[in-house]
């Protein structure tokens, strides 16, 4: 079906380390791929996207890679910050379904915690 | 600050109710999404409206019902309420017609408690 895994589901790390979170989608035709940051009682903010024909896009910390190939995508943050500590989600326009316009899907979300 | 506004922001109703939540885009927005969050399904695509004109439909329930209005905010009705769908329900909008490419935008979110 028309899906997006992301994976953990929970990270814990310690304020400067690395922290990597992982997306697959199912739709070979998805050419959108954004991040997105959620803290609390807030609604989700766009942090860092990237286009099919593009492999690699760098933004300071963050950085998003992606393989069309293998279907995946990853978000990469160096050097992490306490306020990192958020939910983040990443995203896909699923096309299948009989729509041309698409539904930006959602992964379930994974709950960074940079410990200082 | 999006430049998304929802109203309200928070709202308690009974079982059986009905209530209405408002959306007004970006200025210049022409997109409109509804999205419903909750603890176990996470952020779901219910509906995405593009001048007026519904464009895609997510896992809306029969009970739910959208519109965009000529001044291209939007309404998302809930009826017959029943406590599953206590959730936060955010919209979002974008200048495009497509998800795709388009920056998505976020409203802060309605929180809807049903009891």
């Known amino acids: 079906g028309e899906n997006v895994e992301q994976h953990p589901s929970t990270l814990s790390v310690q304020e400067g380390d690395s922290a990597v979170i992982k997306c697959t989608y199912s739709d070979s035709a998805s050419n959108y791929f954004p991040w997105y940051k959620q803290e609390l009682g807030k609604g989700p903010q766009l942090i860092i996207d990237?286009?099919?024909?593009?492999g690699e896009k760098k933004d300071q910390r963050i950085a998003v890679t992606l393989n069309k190939t293998a279907k995946h995508f990853s978000l990469h943050i160096t050097e992490t910050q306490p306020e990192d500590s958020a939910v983040y989600f990443c995203a896909a326009p699923l096309l299948a379904g009989g729509t041309s316009y698409g539904k930006l899907t959602f992964g379930q979300g994974t709950i960074l915690t940079v410990h200082p | 600050d999006s430049g998304v506004t929802q109203t309200p922001k928070h709202l308690i109703t009974a079982t059986g109710q009905r209530v209405t939540l408002r959306c007004s885009p970006r200025s210049g927005d022409l997109s409109v999404y509804w999205y419903q969050q909750s603890l176990d399904q996470g952020l779901q695509f219910l509906i995405h409206?593009?001048?007026?004109?519904?464009?895609a439909k997510g896992n809306i329930l029969e009970r739910f019902s959208a519109q965009q209005f000529p001044d291209l905010h939007s309404e998302l009705n809930l009826s017959s309420l029943e406590l599953g769908d206590s959730a936060l329900y955010f919209c979002?909008?974008?200048?495009?017609?497509?998800?795709?490419?388009?920056?998505?935008?976020f409203g802060e979110g309605s929180w809807l408690t049903v009891v």
């Open positions: 979002a909008s974008s200048h495009g017609r497509r998800p795709s490419g388009n920056t998505i935008y």
């Open positions: 409206y593009y001048n007026g004109e519904e464009r």
């Open positions: 990237i286009r099919s024909n593009v």
